[in-house]
C-alpha cells in the first residue's frame, strides 16, 4: 500500500533545501535526468554558469540557473527533444509548444520596467500538464501498483 503524491517544478524549486536528493528530483524533473550523468544539458548548464556567473543561484553543491542562462538551457534541451527522430510525433510537437510557452514567458519577464529574472523551474512549469496530472489523481486513474 502507499499513497501517490503529485509534486509540481514550482512545489519540487521551493522545496529545494541543500540536499543532493531534492535536487535531484527538481533536476529531472526539468531535464529527465540527473546532473551527474554526462549529458550534453549538464554540459551546456555547466558552461552557462561559467558565462554568467551573476545569474546562477548555489543550492547547496548544486544550482539554479536564472534569466537569459534559465532560458538558454531549457531552450537548449527542447530543441533537442524537438530534434529526437526516436521520440513520437506527439511528443516532439508538445516539445515544440512548451518551447514557445516559456520562451514567452522569458521575454515578457525581460520586457518590463523592471526585468525580472525567472528560474529553470519556474520557465519549466507546465500548469496544463499539472492541472491534468491533479484531475488524473482525484479520479483515481492514477494508482500504485505491487510488483
Not at 539554479?64 to 538551457?73: D, K, M, N, S, T
Not at 515578457?108 to 520596467?113: A, G, K, P, T, V
Request: proline share 3%.
Amino acid at each position: 500500500m502507499g499513497t501517490l503524491v503529485f509534486h509540481s517544478i514550482a512545489a519540487l524549486e521551493r522545496g529545494l533545501d541543500g540536499t543532493e536528493e531534492r535536487f535531484a528530483d527538481y533536476y529531472f524533473a526539468i531535464y529527465h535526468c540527473s546532473p551527474d550523468e554526462p549529458a550534453g544539458i549538464n554540459e551546456y548548464r555547466e558552461q552557462l554558469r561559467k558565462q554568467h556567473p551573476s545569474k546562477v543561484v548555489t543550492v547547496g553543491k548544486r544550482f539554479v540557473l536564472v534569466g537569459e542562462p534559465a532560458w538558454l538551457a531549457l531552450a537548449a534541451y527542447y530543441q533537442a527533444l524537438i530534434a529526437a527522430e526516436t521520440l513520437s510525433d506527439d511528443f516532439r510537437a508538445y516539445s515544440g509548444e512548451r518551447l514557445e510557452v516559456f520562451t514567452q514567458a522569458h521575454r515578457n519577464s525581460q520586457s518590463l520596467s523592471i526585468p525580472i529574472d525567472l528560474t529553470e523551474g519556474q520557465l519549466a512549469s507546465d500548469h496544463r500538464l499539472e492541472y491534468l496530472t491533479c484531475v488524473a489523481l482525484d479520479n483515481g486513474q492514477v494508482f500504485l501498483r505491487s510488483l
